[in-house]
């Protein structure tokens, strides 16, 4: 019979039962229910609203059925529902009476709210480490290539020279942005909601603040009904990881491009690639290209979690269950997806002699030539249009800028100097900028010492 099941008079119908059940996903959160019940349990002794005895024997085999979960021994009921009445069904066949007691003041509406808060504060933490790791990768590039030379792109155009490490830089600053943002979802993930009840709290003289601080939280949420049905926090985190897999989708697009035969800027490892079934010649990106791919999974289990809340009267109601398998899902996306790109990265072959190259195509020296002639005193929009027609005086010739000859150069401009060539030069095009943010090697050093300072923040904890 049904935990619930005094009010009825009929079985649950076979397919309805299992079209209700949510064991089969919730059950990972078995440790955070376990936890939460202990901390419950423990409260309903110290506030004599169950005999101690009782309250001490429930926390002792509350403790007795997470070891025999965590070693295989327990097989979970469908017929149970979900993850708090399988763990209380259990709890009731092996210490009777004293287990119905565990129950006393709280509803499942509170309890999964309790367990899904626990269990997404456990995946933050969790998840911030490994992108912290990927972090320190990207250092360890970015401080090897201080030097290496490559073009810096607009609408996938060639524009300017930068270097590598300032480019691998800007990655680190959105993984950086993505940590500050699971930062302040895990503030909110923080609140307590155990003790609202079913909707309405309880008239049981609850100390919510004494299970709060068993359990780790901060605070305890202040309206009954918002406790039990808000899900902000599950949509702020899928919304916060579809951000992060949107930057680790960019980062993936613009390796799939520079691993081309067109580019060559990088060549992906052995174990990062794959082959093809006929082409023997092929060596695929296959794990950029996932990612790339698994980025629109991640945005299905958000839209999913926001389309299922948009219409949900106050205050529970059992559509709020299919938040789990969506954020459940992009959580386990995420911890698959940071891991395998963060090895692909640490592996991957620079070609710096293709970067350079590279740099060295497009016109990317033509904006320093026109502020070599600012520099001279004319005025800007003056020496862009006497930089666009020496542009496309090159064109004609089949030259870069510093190919023509000086009295090619000299027939723009009447101010223009032999040291010209020093000034679009792309070392001194790219070490010019030597400005907070900019791309030069003393700018990106002082980025790169910023970086090792913050992430070694976390380390300390």
């Known amino acids: 019979m049904k935990l619930w099941g005094g009010r009825f008079s009929k079985n649950t119908d076979s397919e309805v039962n299992d079209f209700n059940s949510s064991i089969r996903f919730d059950q990972r959160m078995y440790r955070q229910d376990i936890l939460g019940s202990i901390a419950h349990a423990k409260m309903l002794g110290k506030c004599n609203i169950i005999p101690k005895e009782d309250s001490e024997l429930i926390v002792k085999t509350l403790g007795e059925i997470l070891s025999d979960i965590e070693d295989g021994k327990v097989e979970f009921l469908i017929d149970a529902e979900d993850i708090h009445m399988n ?35 456990d995946e933050i933490t969790d998840i911030k480490k490994k992108v912290i790791s990927l972090e320190k990768v990207l250092l360890k590039l970015a401080s090897e290539n201080l030097d ?8 996938l155009q060639k524009a300017q020279p930068i270097t590598l490490a300032h480019h691998t830089m800007a990655y680190f600053e959105m993984f950086k ?44 949420t202040l309206n009954s009904l918002d406790g039990v049905s808000d899900r902000d926090f599950v949509i702020e985190l899928a919304s916060c990881l579809s951000i992060l897999i949107m930057h680790l989708s960019r980062y993936s697009e613009e390796l799939i491009l520079w691993n081309t035969n067109e580019f060559q800027f990088v060549e992906m490892d052995d174990s990062c690639s794959t082959g093809s079934s ?6 695929n990106p296959d794990v950029a290209e996932l990612i790339r791919g698994k980025t629109g999974r991640v945005y299905g289990d958000l839209i999913s979690i926001l389309t299922t809340m948009k219409g949900i009267p106050l205050a529970y109601n059992k559509d709020m269950q ?13 911890r698959l ?21 590279g740099a060295g195509g497009g016109f990317t020296n033509a904006t320093d030539a026109a502020d070599y002639l600012v520099k001279k005193g004319m005025p800007f929009r003056q020496a862009h249009e006497v930089i666009g027609k020496m542009v496309a005086y090159a064109l004609d010739q089949n030259k870069a800028l510093s190919e023509l000859s000086f009295e090619e150069l000299k027939s723009c401009s009447d101010i223009i100097t032999e040291d ?13 900028r030597n400005i907070i943010g900019g791309p030069a ?3 990106v050093e002082k980025a790169i010492a910023s970086a090792r300072d913050y992430i070694a923040e976390f380390d300390k904890m």
Not at 96 to 115: E, F, I, M, Y
Not at 148 to 155: F, Q, S, V, W
């Open 87 to 121: 763990i209380e069904t259990i709890l009731t066949q092996r210490i009777g009476d004293a287990g119905k007691r565990l129950h006393t003041g709280r509803s499942r509406n509170d309890q999964v709210a309790l367990d899904i808060r626990m269990y997404i504060k």
């Open 148 to 155: 290496t030379i490559m073009p810096g792109y607009t609408h």
């Open 177 to 220: 942005r993505d940590i500050e943002r699971l930062d302040d979802c895990y503030k909110r993930t923080n609140v307590m909601p155990l003790g609202s009840g079913a909707l309405a709290a309880t008239t049981y003289p609850l100390d919510r603040e004494f299970v709060a601080k068993e359990l780790g939280f901060c605070s305890v």
């Open 278 to 283: 006929i082409m023997p010649q092929k060596k």
């Open 322 to 334: 299919e938040d789990k398998e969506c954020i459940f899902d992009a959580i386990d996306t995420i």
């Open 337 to 357: 997806c940071v891991p395998v790109f963060e090895k692909m990265i640490a592996t991957m072959k620079i070609n710096k002699t293709a970067m350079y190259k």
């Open 420 to 432: 010209i060539y020093e000034a679009i030069d792309l070392k001194t095009c790219v070490n010019e």
């Open 441 to 443: 090697k003393a700018a």
